[in-house]
T-cell receptor, first 112, second 115 residues
Framework: SQKIEQNSEALNIQEGKTATLTCNYTNYSPAYLQWYRQDPGRGPVFLLLIRENEKEKRKERLKVTFDTTLKQSLFHITASQPADSATYLCALAHNAGNMLTFGGGTRLMVKP | DAGVIQSPRHEVTEMGQEVTLRCKPISGHNSLFWYRQTMMRGLELLIYFNNNVPIDDSGMPEDRFSAKMPNASFSTLKIQPSEPRDSAVYFC?????????????FGEGSRLTVL
C-alpha cells in the first residue's frame, strides 16, 4: 500500500540549532514533493517544492533534499527561531501532478 | 488577494442534521480541492475539481457526502445526515491548475463538531 511517513513525535530543539525533519514514502513515484507549514488553527502554507530530478533546493534558511532511491526527503531549517515552531507537512504530487497526498506532519518546537 | 475564503469557520450541530460548508477559491485558479483533517488520519483528500468539473471523488467517505462547484468562484461540501465521526476540520484549497507546479493555497478551514 502507499504510505507517506513523517515522525509523529514532536521535535524539540534549541534556538539557533538546525532542525531536520524526515519524510519517507513507499509505493509512490512522485513527480515532485512539497513541504508545507501549518500553525494551530490555520490552513497549511506552501514553503518549498522539489522535483524528482533535483537533489536539493534552498530558500533562505530552508533546505530540502530529495532522494528518489531512498524514497526520502529531508527538510532542514538552519539557525532555527522560536517563530519556526509549527507543524511541517510533506506532500507528494501524483496523478500527473494533479493530486497531492500529505504525510501526517511533524511538530517542531524551537525553545529560546 | 483575499485568498481562499471558507465559511463557516466553526459549526456545531447535532447528529442527523445537514451541514453545508462553503468555499470561494482564489480568482483565476482552475483547480479546487476539499480536504479533511483529523488527528487520527491527518489531511485526507476528499474530492477535487478542475474547471468546475469533479475529477476524482474517490476520497469521499460515503454517499452522505456530496460536493458541487456550480461556477468558478464557489463550491460547497454537504454532509447529510451528519454523524459524530464526521467531526474534523475541513479545508478547501485552490491551485492555478494544469501545467503549474501544483502548489495549493489553503483556506483557514471549517471546524465541524457533530454531537
Amino acid at each position: 500500500s502507499q504510505k507517506i511517513e513523517q515522525n509523529s513525535e514532536a521535535l524539540n530543539i534549541q534556538e539557533g540549532k538546525t532542525a531536520t525533519l524526515t519524510c519517507n514514502y513507499t509505493n509512490y513515484s512522485p513527480a515532485y514533493l512539497q513541504w508545507y507549514r501549518q500553525d494551530p488553527g490555520r490552513g497549511p502554507v506552501f514553503l518549498l517544492l522539489i522535483r524528482e530530478n533535483e537533489k536539493e533546493k534552498r530558500k533562505e534558511r530552508l533546505k530540502v533534499t530529495f532522494d528518489t532511491t531512498l524514497k526520502q526527503s529531508l527538510f532542514h531549517i538552519t539557525a532555527s527561531q522560536p517563530a519556526d515552531s509549527a507543524t511541517y507537512l510533506c506532500a507528494l504530487a501524483h496523478n500527473a501532478g494533479n493530486m497531492l497526498t500529505f504525510g501526517g506532519g511533524t511538530r517542531l518546537m524551537v525553545k529560546p | 488577494d483575499a485568498g481562499v475564503i471558507q465559511s463557516p469557520r466553526h459549526e456545531v450541530t447535532e447528529m442527523g442534521q445537514e451541514v453545508t460548508l462553503r468555499c470561494k477559491p482564489i480568482s483565476g485558479h482552475n483547480s479546487l480541492f476539499w480536504y479533511r483533517q483529523t488527528m487520527m488520519r491527518g489531511l485526507e483528500l476528499l474530492i477535487y475539481f478542475n474547471n468546475n468539473v469533479p475529477i476524482d471523488d474517490s476520497g469521499m467517505p460515503e454517499d452522505r457526502f456530496s460536493a458541487k462547484m456550480p461556477n468558478a468562484s464557489f463550491s460547497t461540501l454537504k454532509i447529510q445526515p451528519s454523524e459524530p465521526r464526521d467531526s474534523a476540520v475541513y479545508f478547501c484549497a485552490s491551485s492555478p491548475g494544469a501545467g503549474n507546479t501544483g502548489e495549493l493555497f489553503f483556506g483557514e478551514g471549517s471546524r465541524l463538531t457533530v454531537l
